[in-house]
């Protein structure tokens, strides 16, 4: 009986952590300036978001902090840089640049990201942006 108990629960458990570990793409949802909504990301090279409460699309490239440093460890920590539209009448275009944060668990990320938005519409302004975030594979 404890044999086929353990076998449940291997064959139970082990394909979601092998597809979870495989798997290119997270996706979640975010809590943010300017906008909230869902997020995709792309190994750790690239990150996507669409806004919902006001509309708005950003497309980041993203570098791991271990990776720029030369060292072999796993760091949280990530540079950010990006374009995003925002659909408002203050702000439209911008170019953003930041630092982010990635905590995984076995079965989501959670993430945080500051970054600093040069929009560019009838003037230019600089706003200081943030978002908070949980992401799954998928």
């Known amino acids: ?6 076998l449940l629960a291997l064959t139970l458990a082990l394909p979601q952590q092998v597809f979870a570990a495989k798997s290119p793409l997270t996706a979640g949802v975010y809590v943010g300036d300017p906008s909230s909504g869902l ?3 792309y190994r750790q090279d690239a990150q996507f978001s669409l806004g919902l409460d006001t509309l708005s699309v950003t497309a980041d490239a993203l570098w791991n902090a271990s990776d720029l440093s030369q060292g072999s460890l796993y ?3 990530h540079l950010i840089t990006g374009v995003q539209w925002v659909d408002d009448e203050s702000y439209q275009l911008a170019v953003r640049a930041g630092l982010g944060m990635e905590i995984p668990f076995d079965t989501f990320d959670l993430y945080a990201e500051g970054v600093m938005a040069q929009y ?13 975030g949980i992401r799954f594979p998928l």
């Open 1 to 6: 009986m404890y044999k086929r108990a353990l």
């Open 120 to 132: 560019f519409h009838e003037d230019s302004d600089s706003r200081f942006e943030g978002a908070i």
């Open 39 to 41: 997020t995709v990301k």
């Open 75 to 77: 760091s949280p920590f």
